[in-house]
């Protein structure tokens, strides 16, 4: 893979006795979408938190284009082009809608009307512009995760992680989060989608990592995947189409 | 909390504080009754402690409890570099901010580390190893006896001679630290420094993947937070003209600081305003109910005189009650129930929004 | 050698009071994730309920533990339904700034009502010691220590044995699974703040005999049980047990070997670098 925006390599994650991730190696190229699917406990979330220096890999490395992160603070990260939204999503409550992504905005810049000029322009990228001086506590569960990844997306990063953005939408929610993956895409941004929804993975991803009890059981592409056996039986039965 | 204010109700704000700060300049020039420039000063004083704790913990959501450790150390820096080395206080004090500043930079790195209820604790340990070890270390402070001042020195300011004898010049310098406390934090709060304090506030992990250095912030509030509440330490020991390890005291200095921003509102420019609005006419009535006689308003043989009068010692347990009856009914403060009144007039005054779209 | 025995033993006949405060502490913060900083005003309750019964009813202060734990229960379990329950979903940094306020509320009224006059308990053993191989072991502290031991025996029973016990524990452990099971969680708070403060009152009438009593005499214990508690994890019963000896044992050594006035400087050292190194403690259940 020429120039790979991310290297996962040989990243194992122990807390005490438990391995939540075991060795788990894999590469993204720049403009990819990658789906990262696994049974509940996998260690999805756990990698995430890896990668993006929420605590460091106990063994292994990360490599963002090409710079080594271990044991970079999840700031630094940020600044470097990487920036992730959270399982169950993390709104400023007391801020408005708009404050909260020129939190964001400001990693990028100093002066608060350039924040709010790139504030608004994401808020009208997830269709939230008209929301902008509501307070964020009080936003419904949809709305919240698309504020999250307007609010990721003001940090201007190179790669997006996403973590069960879908998680609790609705079906006509979860379809315009997958146009805007989509759109962010075709606009050049790589990105790492963790989902439990099968078709919302199918659909999106260039290619599928699937964990399960901390290792990697597969990588391929969605058809692969989909038909791989092992997959299969790691999500007990489930037909996965 | 970042309201946006329209800009025109931004003007209002700034006018009529404009015009309060004028009041308060003809007031002083003009009362003649000692107590009640008394009050004004322990009034600006609260207020000036008050916005400097609100950078750390109604801002940056860190909640000193220990601020007593910042006002001690400003205060005998100050007193002692006169009484010691004859340094006049209007250069003294800023060694004592900047003591202060490098205190808060070691309690930072020890505290910041802990979240919530343990930060607090850390921070009521540390003003309290620092009070126990003024009481004990004599030779250098001059244990539970302190430091006893004659007189401030005069200020020889464009050829003018300021004599800080009586309250009034006190007053003036009081009020000018209280307005410059409150534009510090107007700067702050319209400053990317503001945003920062506060989505760490809100919630650390999302600030700190957002971009946001955790420590280097915390560090920043809580440096400023120390700064101006050394100030307050240095003014009051050349005010009070005397500075013993209650500089240091729990209940003495460290709650009534936070008190008075949780009365009035936390993470907010009039929270502290309103909070020693509120707590220092209070408190210095409890303190000297006679004061009210001196001012007139009493008679000396009042009932309310003889009421108050044995409560005189006991202006803690006031601090006591007023605590758990605010964090009970009103944990916003004065400010809260204001605004919370103000959102039900005004949700009952608009159309109800339509009904979000049914799923498909 | 013998001045270190003596300061030993010493620390572990104080240490057996002191962990009687901690227990009370950890399961309050157990129970209901609040750390109480009134629990020193508490055990001054104590010492003063003790010292009316001494002073007006002459009754010796470990006989008149009947009537001080029971109070202290009382006293623990109105706190809670009245007030702690209101502000468990509040933010810890206001539960403690409550907590604070009642302990305000506590000493200051005490303060009112008897003065700041420090007050003794002299009875008969006050100042007896028995001898020990050269050692001198001081009476009252012994016996405070003997009834410690007793009162932590009858704890772990009650705790490890009876279905109050085990539900108690139970809801410390996880709030929302004990309540599907069954538990009255309500209940066991306020049960839990009693018996938290019981145990305060029943350390306040132990040291009586050897202590001044003020009003402002809680403050110090209500340090000291914080350094017992996050030494011997939050919420551990056992870790407090050991806390408690341990720190009584190091304040012992501290008076005698750095100086007497910096001793309580020392455990708040102590406390910090637990706070900074080790704040699970030996046996923690929770992380800081």
């Given at each position: 893979?020429?120039?790979?925006?991310?290297?996962?390599?040989?990243?194992?994650?122990?807390?005490?006795?438990?391995?939540a991730n075991a060795d788990v190696s894999f590469e993204m190229e720049l403009g990819m979408i990658m789906g990262l699917i696994g049974p509940n406990g996998a260690g999805k979330t756990t990698l995430f938190n890896c990668i993006t220096g929420y605590y460091p890999p106990s063994r292994g490395d990360v490599l963002?284009?090409?710079?080594?992160?271990?044991?970079?603070?999840?700031?630094?990260?940020?600044?470097?082009?990487?920036?992730?939204?959270?399982?169950?999503?993390?709104?400023?409550?007391?801020?408005?809608?708009?404050?909260?992504?020129?939190?964001?905005?400001?990693?990028?810049?100093?002066?608060?009307?350039?924040?709010?000029?790139?504030?608004?322009?994401?808020?009208?990228?997830?269709?939230?512009?008209?929301?902008?001086?509501?307070?964020?506590?009080?936003?419904?569960?949809?709305?919240?995760?698309?504020?999250?990844?307007?609010?990721?997306?003001?940090?201007?990063?190179?790669?997006?992680?996403?973590?069960?953005?879908?998680?609790?939408?609705?079906?006509?929610?979860?379809?315009?989060?997958?146009?805007?993956?989509?759109?962010?895409?075709?606009?050049?941004?790589?990105?790492?989608?963790?989902?439990?929804?099968?078709?919302?993975?199918?659909?999106?991803?260039?290619?599928?990592?699937?964990?399960?009890?901390?290792?990697?059981?597969?990588?391929?592409?969605?058809?692969?995947?989909?038909?791989?056996?092992?997959?299969?039986?790691?999500?007990?039965?489930?037909?996965?189409? | 909390?970042?309201?946006?204010?329209?800009?025109?109700?931004?003007?209002?704000?700034?006018?009529?504080?404009?015009?309060?700060?004028?009041?308060?300049?003809?007031?002083?020039?003009?009362?003649?009754?000692?107590?009640?420039?008394?009050?004004?000063?322990?009034?600006?004083?609260?207020?000036?402690?008050?916005?400097?704790?609100?950078?750390?913990?109604?801002?940056?959501?860190?909640?000193?409890?220990?601020?007593?450790?910042?006002?001690?150390?400003?205060?005998?820096?100050?007193?002692?570099?006169?009484?010691?080395?004859?340094?006049?206080?209007?250069?003294?004090?800023?060694?004592?901010?900047?003591?202060?500043?490098?205190?808060?930079?070691?309690?930072?790195?020890?505290?910041?580390?802990?979240?919530?209820?343990?930060?607090?604790?850390?921070?009521?340990?540390?003003?309290?190893?620092?009070?126990?070890?003024?009481?004990?270390?004599?030779?250098?402070?001059?244990?539970?006896?302190?430091?006893?001042?004659?007189?401030?020195?005069?200020?020889?300011?464009?050829?003018?001679?300021?004599?800080?004898?009586?309250?009034?010049?006190?007053?003036?310098?009081?009020?000018?630290?209280?307005?410059?406390?409150?534009?510090?934090?107007?700067?702050?709060?319209?400053?990317?420094?503001?945003?920062?304090?506060?989505?760490?506030?809100?919630?650390?992990?999302?600030?700190?993947?957002?971009?946001?250095?955790?420590?280097?912030?915390?560090?920043?509030?809580?440096?400023?937070?120390?700064?101006?509440?050394?100030?307050?330490?240095?003014?009051?020991?050349?005010?009070?003209?005397?500075?013993?390890?209650?500089?240091?005291?729990?209940?003495?200095?460290?709650?009534?600081?936070?008190?008075?921003?949780?009365?009035?509102?936390?993470?907010?420019?009039?929270?502290?305003?309103?909070?020693?609005?509120?707590?220092?006419?209070l408190q210095e009535i409890l303190r000297n109910p006679k004061g009210l006689v001196q001012v007139g308003i009493l008679s000396p043989d009042s009932s309310v005189v003889t009421f108050l009068a044995p409560f005189a010692n006991a202006h803690q347990l006031f601090y006591g009650v007023l605590v758990v009856v605010?964090?009970?009914?009103?944990?916003?403060?004065?400010?809260?129930?204001?605004?919370?009144?103000?959102?039900?007039?005004?949700?009952?005054?608009?159309?109800?929004?339509?009904?979000?779209?049914?799923?498909? | 050698?013998?001045?270190?025995?003596?300061?030993?033993?010493?620390?572990?006949?104080?240490?057996?009071?002191?962990?009687?405060?901690?227990?009370?502490?950890?399961?309050?913060?157990?129970?209901?994730?609040?750390?109480?900083?009134?629990?020193?005003?508490?055990?001054?309750?104590?010492?003063?309920?003790?010292?009316?019964?001494?002073?007006?009813?002459?009754?010796?202060?470990?006989?008149?533990?009947?009537?001080?734990?029971?109070?202290?229960?009382?006293?623990?379990?109105?706190?809670?339904?009245?007030?702690?329950?209101?502000?468990?979903?509040?933010?810890?940094?206001?539960?403690?700034?409550?907590?604070?306020?009642?302990?305000?509320?506590?000493?200051?009224?005490?303060?009112?009502?008897?003065?700041?006059?420090?007050?003794?308990?002299?009875?008969?053993?006050?100042?007896?010691?028995?001898?020990?191989?050269?050692?001198?072991?001081?009476?009252?502290?012994?016996?405070?220590?003997?009834?410690?031991?007793?009162?932590?025996?009858?704890?772990?029973?009650?705790?490890?044995?009876?279905?109050?016990?085990?539900?108690?524990?139970?809801?410390?452990?996880?709030?929302?699974?004990?309540?599907?099971?069954?538990?009255?969680?309500?209940?066991?708070?306020?049960?839990?703040?009693?018996?938290?403060?019981?145990?305060?009152?029943?350390?306040?009438?132990?040291?009586?005999?050897?202590?001044?009593?003020?009003?402002?005499?809680?403050?110090?214990?209500?340090?000291?049980?914080?350094?017992?508690?996050?030494?011997?994890?939050?919420?551990?019963?056992?870790?407090?047990?050991?806390?408690?000896?341990?720190?009584?044992?190091?304040?012992?050594?501290?008076?005698?070997?750095?100086?007497?006035?910096?001793?309580?400087?020392?455990?708040?050292?102590?406390?910090?670098?637990?706070?900074?190194?080790?704040?699970?403690?030996?046996?923690?259940?929770?992380?800081?």
């Amino acid at each position: 893979m020429a120039d790979p925006i991310l290297q996962i390599q040989h990243v194992s994650k122990f807390f005490g006795g438990l391995a939540a991730n075991a060795d788990v190696s894999f590469e993204m190229e720049l403009g990819m979408i990658m789906g990262l699917i696994g049974p509940n406990g996998a260690g999805k979330t756990t990698l995430f938190n890896c990668i993006t220096g929420y605590y460091p890999p106990s063994r292994g490395d990360v490599l963002f284009k090409g710079v080594r992160l271990n044991g970079l603070q999840p700031d630094a990260v940020c600044r470097l082009g990487m920036v992730r939204t959270w399982q169950k999503v993390k709104p400023l409550a007391k801020l408005s809608v708009i404050d909260n992504v020129m939190v964001g905005a400001l990693a990028r810049t100093r002066k608060l009307s350039v924040a709010r000029e790139v504030a608004m322009e994401q808020l009208r990228v997830v269709r939230m512009e008209h929301k902008a001086e509501f307070l964020a506590g009080g936003l419904p569960i949809g709305e919240r995760k698309k504020l999250e990844v307007a609010r990721a997306l003001a940090t201007k990063p190179e790669l997006l992680l996403l973590d069960e953005v879908m998680g609790g939408l609705n079906p006509s929610e979860s379809d315009e989060i997958i146009q805007l993956i989509l759109e962010l895409k075709k606009a050049g941004l790589t990105q790492m989608v963790i989902e439990h929804d099968m078709k919302a993975i199918m659909r999106i991803s260039d290619r599928i990592v699937v964990l399960n009890s901390g290792e990697k059981l597969a990588e391929g592409g969605p058809r692969e995947i989909a038909d791989h056996p092992e997959v299969i039986k790691a999500y007990l039965g489930e037909r996965v189409e | 909390m970042i309201a946006r204010p329209h800009r025109g109700v931004a003007l209002v704000w700034i006018l009529v504080g404009l015009a309060a700060v004028a009041f308060l300049v003809v007031f002083g020039l003009v009362v003649k009754k000692p107590y009640v420039l008394h009050m004004g000063i322990m009034l600006f004083q609260a207020i000036l402690l008050g916005q400097a704790w609100n950078v750390i913990g109604g801002y940056t959501g860190q909640y000193s409890v220990g601020h007593a450790a910042y006002f001690g150390v400003g205060a005998y820096t100050t007193i002692m570099l006169l009484m010691t080395h004859g340094i006049a206080p209007w250069w003294g004090i800023w060694l004592g901010m900047g003591n202060a500043v490098l205190l808060s930079l070691v309690i930072g790195s020890i505290t910041f580390r802990l979240r919530g209820p343990y930060f607090v604790l850390a921070s009521i340990s540390v003003a309290e190893i620092i009070r126990l070890a003024a009481l004990h270390f004599k030779d250098f402070t001059r244990g539970a006896e302190g430091f006893l001042l004659d007189a401030v020195p005069s200020l020889h300011l464009l050829g003018a001679e300021i004599d800080f004898v009586g309250k009034r010049p006190f007053y003036f310098v009081a009020l000018g630290l209280a307005v410059a406390s409150v534009i510090a934090n107007w700067a702050v709060e319209r400053s990317k420094l503001g945003y920062y304090f506060q989505a760490i506030r809100e919630d650390q992990d999302a600030a700190h993947s957002l971009g946001i250095n955790l420590t280097a912030y915390k560090n920043v509030a809580l440096a400023i937070s120390a700064a101006f509440t050394a100030l307050a330490g240095g003014f009051s020991a050349m005010y009070v003209k005397w500075v013993d390890p209650n500089a240091f005291s729990l209940p003495e200095v460290s709650i009534p600081i936070v008190l008075t921003v949780i009365i009035g509102g936390i993470g907010t420019i009039a929270g502290p305003v309103v909070g020693a609005m509120v707590l220092v006419p209070l408190q210095e009535i409890l303190r000297n109910p006679k004061g009210l006689v001196q001012v007139g308003i009493l008679s000396p043989d009042s009932s309310v005189v003889t009421f108050l009068a044995p409560f005189a010692n006991a202006h803690q347990l006031f601090y006591g009650v007023l605590v758990v009856v605010v964090i009970l009914f009103a944990p916003d403060g004065v400010l809260g129930v204001i605004r919370s009144s103000l959102r039900k007039t005004q949700r009952r005054a608009e159309p109800r929004p339509a009904a979000p779209a049914a799923p498909a | 050698m013998t001045v270190f025995l003596q300061s030993v033993i010493s620390g572990i006949l104080v240490g057996g009071v002191y962990a009687l405060v901690g227990i009370g502490l950890t399961m309050i913060f157990g129970v209901m994730r609040v750390i109480n900083f009134a629990h020193g005003d508490l055990l001054m309750l104590g010492m003063y309920v003790t010292w009316r019964a001494f002073d007006g009813l002459g009754m010796d202060p470990f006989l008149s533990l009947v009537i001080t734990a029971p109070a202290l229960f009382l006293w623990g379990a109105f706190l809670q339904s009245a007030v702690i329950n209101r502000v468990l979903n509040a933010l810890p940094q206001n539960q403690i700034l409550l907590t604070i306020g009642l302990g305000l509320i506590m000493s200051n009224s005490v303060m009112l009502i008897y003065t700041s006059d420090y007050r003794i308990i002299t009875t008969s053993y006050s100042s007896a010691s028995y001898s020990l191989g050269g050692l001198s072991i001081s009476q009252p502290l012994l016996y405070a220590f003997l009834v410690t031991v007793a009162i932590t025996v009858a704890l772990y029973w009650f705790l490890l044995r009876t279905d109050t016990g085990q539900a108690i524990r139970a809801t410390a452990q996880d709030r929302e699974a004990a309540q599907l099971m069954g538990i009255d969680v309500r209940a066991m708070s306020v049960l839990a703040f009693g018996i938290g403060a019981a145990l305060a009152g029943t350390a306040g009438a132990l040291i009586s005999p050897t202590y001044y009593i003020f009003p402002q005499v809680g403050g110090v214990f209500t340090l000291k049980a914080f350094v017992i508690v996050v030494l011997g994890g939050m919420g551990s019963v056992v870790g407090a047990t050991l806390g408690g000896i341990i720190i009584g044992v190091t304040e012992s050594l501290a008076a005698v070997y750095i100086a007497s006035g910096l001793k309580e400087l020392v455990v708040f050292v102590l406390f910090l670098a637990l706070l900074l190194f080790k704040p699970s403690g030996l046996l923690g259940k929770t992380r800081a």
